[in-house]
């Protein structure tokens, strides 16, 4: 049975018209917080027993890209593993992993699921369940490469699992939109749809060079609540922000109403400056169905936190769509 747990939450600023707002003690995890680290960030939280669990993308101090577990009581003070999940095989004996990163979780009937960047001959889309967060087993890969931002609805659509992912080519991807394909045992995945695409550079052009899903959708009665990254090519780089949608609840591949400006973009300084500067990234939500925490991963280094009311930031997104 999925946990319950009070979310981690902090008012709006007194005077704020923001539809989100970023947490004050932000970061809530450094970049050195386990002694290997050279980076904490892009990391997924969910609610498990009387506090949260988390899968956290730990880069060390060699540049290698990995996924630790980490547990809290409130949601903002972690205690993370110094060691790297290690995976038993599940439905699989092929477990092969060169890199993992950018993980996403999602409790589904009886267990956790948890997906990632997987490296196999380029980057794809890993996937791996656990009951517990102390034993994991991990799965086929959903997809051959090359493949981002692989995120789980989190339950069943017409009887079969649902993920959102990004094709992807094998370095820093000039381009991406998102897709949705279903399996009907997390084994075999197929039936593959378009999504959603980058919007034209004249009319939204945060998210003009390529999109990606962020956290599992949040079911609402309006539909799949969405957060996703966008991408502009600045002649500074790329920068990345966030904004959200609606999907339809029986047909997610249909976007209902999508973001034209951003609901959060980087603007402090730990988002401007770091391993990769100009960088909010949502990997992870938690709500308590009129409230929504989300968790980001800043410049590639640090995880910072915004807060947001469901329904507002669904008003506003029907009000101002692309």
Known sequence: MKDTVQIPWEDRPTGSKDVMWRYTQNPIIGRYSIPSSNSIFNSAVVPFGDGFAGVFRCDNKAVQMNIFVGFSKDGMKWDIEHEPIVMQAGNTEMIDSDYKYDPRVTFIEDRYWITWCNGYHGPTIGIAYTFDFKEFFQCENAFLPFNRNGVLFPEKINGKYCMLSRP??????????IYLSYSPDMKYWGEHRCV???????????????????????????????????????????????????????????????????????????????????????????????????????????????????????????????
């Open 168 to 177: 992807s080519d094998n370095g820093h991807t000039p381009f991406g939109d």
């Open 196 to 322: 959603m695409k980058v919007s034209p550079f004249e009319q939204s052009a945060w998210q003009c060079t390529k999109i990606g899903a962020g956290s599992v959708p949040i079911k609402t009665k309006e539909g799949w609540l969405m957060f996703y990254h966008g991408v502009i090519n600045t002649c500074n780089g790329f920068r990345y922000s966030m904004g959200a949608a609606l999907l339809d609840l029986e047909q997610p591949d249909k976007v209902l109403f999508r973001s034209k400006p951003y609901l959060l973009a980087p603007a402090e300084p730990y988002e401007l400056a770091g391993d990769v500067p100009n960088v909010v990234f949502p990997c992870a939500a938690v709500n308590d169905h009129e409230k929504v925490t989300v968790y980001y991963g800043a410049a590639d280094t640090v995880v910072g936190v915004a807060f947001g009311y469901i329904q507002e930031i669904i008003d506003h997104v029907k009000a101002n769509s692309l």
